[in-house]
């Protein structure tokens, strides 16, 4: 994400991408020659320049805690990847560090940006669809990588808090506030070989959502769909219905160096990466707040908390105050 980022940046008019840091040495290298920045081996330089305005973090989320509350003490304006949190503690700490905080803080929930479910939300929310009563969204890709942190649940939240994210912040955003959660997955199963996921949530208009989560499909691919079923009809989409050819390289015949996570085809007309830091852009320029409250990103990682705990143990988890 870090690659992907940095080059939809570049393309915003008056943005100069100054650092560009990576655990991996030899990434920072490649990437900065491409965004014409300086690579670096540590952090403290980035937070400590004075002539910086924002920051951007794509490290790892067991990091996360860590590199937003270097962004506030440096007083940074913070682009931060999504999931915000990766466990309950770590998102109550950082609602308490960005309570407050005066700088443009949003997060990465890139699927607010895609034009197609942006138009899924405004039929809802219109009432095109009368009232609803289930809604299915679903996420397939391959798995980022067995020898990488994501193979830990414990350090990315497996295919849930990593993937699901996304899909969990849009039916907040779009359906309302959730009652009841029940998941089934194979993050604490199958740990560092592949990871699948359903949740079923129960809304609190009384719509049932049904979300699929993959990191069990062939490295390269991407596939997300949406279905809503509401009194007036039903809508769908499938970003493979346009797909007249598609390659897909197996794991064995993919080059180590290329990047294992798989994103949506796109260009700068449509490109939703370019909208999202496009937004955040303007956000810090004219001091507006982002359509993204810090809220609804805790939000999000609350369900899927609970949707964790679920398909640990099996066992629904009833919300007494919806969330």
């Given at each position: 994400m870090g690659n992907c980022l940095a080059k939809a940046f570049g393309k915003i008019p008056g943005i100069a991408l100054k650092y560009v840091y990576s655990r991996t040495p030899p990434h920072a290298q490649s990437l900065a020659e491409q965004v014409n920045a300086v690579p670096l081996d540590r952090t403290d330089r980035i937070f400590e320049d004075p002539a910086l305005d924002a920051v951007v973090l794509c490290l790892p989320t067991p990091t996360r805690l860590e590199t937003v509350q270097a962004g506030v003490r440096a007083n940074k304006h913070i682009f931060c990847e999504k999931p915000l949190a990766l466990t309950e503690t770590m998102a109550q700490e950082l609602s308490r560090l960005l309570s407050g905080y005066t700088k443009t803080v949003m997060v990465g929930q890139v699927l607010r940006f895609f034009w197609e479910y942006s138009r899924i939300r405004d039929m809802v929310r219109s009432g095109q669809l009368g009232r609803i009563g289930t809604v299915r969204l679903s996420r397939c890709v391959g798995f980022p990588g067995s020898d990488s942190w994501f193979a830990d649940p414990s350090k990315s939240g497996g295919v849930i808090l990593d993937l699901l994210i996304h899909d969990i912040d849009f039916l907040l955003w779009t359906f309302g506030a959730v009652k009841q959660v029940f998941a089934k997955s194979l993050s604490y199963t199958q740990q560092g070989c592949i990871d699948y996921a359903l949740v079923n949530l129960e809304m609190e208009s009384g719509a049932l959502a049904h979300l699929e989560g993959s990191w069990a499909h062939p490295v390269g691919s991407f596939r997300q769909s949406a279905e809503v079923c509401g009194s007036k009809g039903l809508l769908q989409y499938d970003n493979l219905d346009s797909k007249s050819l598609e390659w897909i390289r197996t794991a064995e015949t993919e080059h180590r160096s290329l990047s294992r996570i798989s994103l949506p085809e796109s260009n700068d007309s449509n490109d939703p990466y370019l909208a999202e830091?496009?937004?955040?852009?303007?956000?810090?320029?004219?001091?507006?707040?982002?359509?993204?409250?810090?809220?609804?990103?805790?939000?999000?990682?609350?369900?899927?908390?609970?949707?964790?705990?679920?398909?640990?143990?099996?066992?629904?988890?009833?919300?007494?105050?919806?969330l």
């Open positions: 830091v496009g937004h955040f852009v303007e956000c810090v320029r004219s001091g507006r707040k982002p359509t993204i409250p810090i809220e609804d990103s805790l939000k999000a990682c609350e369900i899927a908390f609970l949707a964790m705990d679920s398909a640990r143990d099996g066992v629904p988890r009833r919300i007494d105050k919806a």
